[in-house]
């Protein structure tokens, strides 16, 4: 699929990650949930567990690979994004932080799905 800019391509490449993900066995519960302080991409549930997913992309690894990008400013942003979404929605559950690296162009993607890429709680 050609997509004509960055957001519908983001889109798209978090709709490829949210179904490979489904594909490993994790439930869907959310995507593109925008709270303070950030936007949360994907939340899965694998078991009783819910899972905030951080997608990253790169088409090559010119610039580096996608997991170099998750400084520790991302991660702050993305706990306060967490626990505002929890808050919200009145849960209080095991979660855990994922980061799902997409690398290549459609049809042509590998993932690297590191599984709790960092600690919040």
């Not at 519908?8 to 978090?14: M, Q, V």
């Not at 095991?94 to 993932?111: H, I, K, Q, T």
Request: charged share 25%.
């Amino acid at each position: 699929m050609s997509c004509p800019d960055a957001r519908h391509r983001g889109a798209h490449i978090e709709r490829l990650a949210a179904d490979w993900l489904v594909a490993q066995g994790l439930e869907l519960v959310a995507t593109n949930q925008h709270a303070k302080g950030g936007e949360l991409d994907i939340i899965m549930r694998d078991g009783q567990t819910l899972v905030f997913v951080e997608v990253r992309h790169r088409a090559s690894a010119r610039h580096g690979h996608p997991l170099e990008t998750i400084t520790t400013t991302k991660q702050r942003r993305l706990i306060k994004a967490a626990r505002f979404y929890l808050q919200r929605n009145g849960l209080s559950c095991a979660c855990r932080f994922d980061v799902l690296a997409v690398s290549g162009r459609p049809p042509e993607l590998d993932f690297d799905w590191v599984a709790g890429a960092f600690e919040a709680f």
